[in-house]
């Protein structure tokens, strides 16, 4: 039987498929200076970014900046992107941070983010909220270019709650281990399949996000520090 750590690297795959390559072509033309927002322990890098600031609420081996999302150590206008990676239900007050990204990025700069919508309570207990799509659309409402379009369909969604109940540590769980991930794979390879034809806009598992910070003119260029 598959050890518990190897089935949690499996898990993790099959239930963050898709994410990283969203955040790779969002950020493929995006030249310069990128805050990540809430790495943790992640020194991902992406194609064709200058350099990657990392800033986390606690010091990892990761983490370039310790800091706070609501209340964020930089100037006005410094970054040319920022990553906020399934961040945003763990904010005590999401509004706040949006603005704070704002106002460090710079005319034209761009967020690329992703958070869960129908998803089991997770890094207890700091989960506080679930987005809908026009809950993310009136929380960027002084953006442009807002995209938020939903990660998975239905079958994905199911899917990927039967990746979690696969993680658990019951033994039910671990005898039926094979056929849950199985199960849970063949869902989500349908899911890209039937998304075609089934509405997505029902149930997902979370959405995926980009935004452009406003070009105004008055707005003056600041440096990072």
Not at 57 to 73: E, N, Q, S, W, Y
Not at 82 to 102: F, N
Not at 111 to 116: A, H, I, M, Q
Not at 180 to 194: C, P, Y
């Amino acid at each position: 039987m598959l050890k518990f750590d190897l089935r949690a690297k499996i898990g993790k795959r099959l239930s963050r498929l898709g994410l990283e390559s969203f955040y790779e072509s969002n950020l493929r033309n995006i030249d310069g200076l990128i805050l990540d927002i809430g790495c943790g322990q992640q020194e991902i890098s992406y194609e064709n970014s200058a350099q990657i600031i990392r800033l986390d609420i606690r010091k990892t081996k990761a983490v370039d900046v310790v800091g706070d999302a609501h209340d964020l150590p930089f100037q006005e206008n410094v970054f040319n992107g920022i990553i906020c990676k399934e961040v945003l239900e763990h904010l005590h007050h999401p509004h706040k941070a949006i603005d704070e990204m704002q106002r460090v990025l710079m005319p034209g700069g761009r967020l690329v983010s992703s958070t869960r919508f129908y998803w089991p309570i997770h890094s207890s207990p700091n989960d506080y909220f679930r987005f809908t799509k026009f809950g993310l659309e009136m929380l960027l409402e002084q953006w442009s270019e807002v995209m938020v379009k939903a990660q998975n369909g239905l079958l994905g969604t199911l899917g990927k709650h039967l990746v979690r109940l696969s993680s658990a540590r019951f033994l039910m769980v671990k005898i039926l281990y094979p056929l849950l991930i199985t199960a849970a794979f063949f869902l989500i390879l349908l899911d890209r399949v039937s998304r075609k034809f089934l509405s997505s806009e029902f149930i997902t598992s979370g959405y995926l996000i980009s935004a452009m910070k406003s070009v105004q003119s008055n707005l003056k260029i600041g440096t990072f520090e």
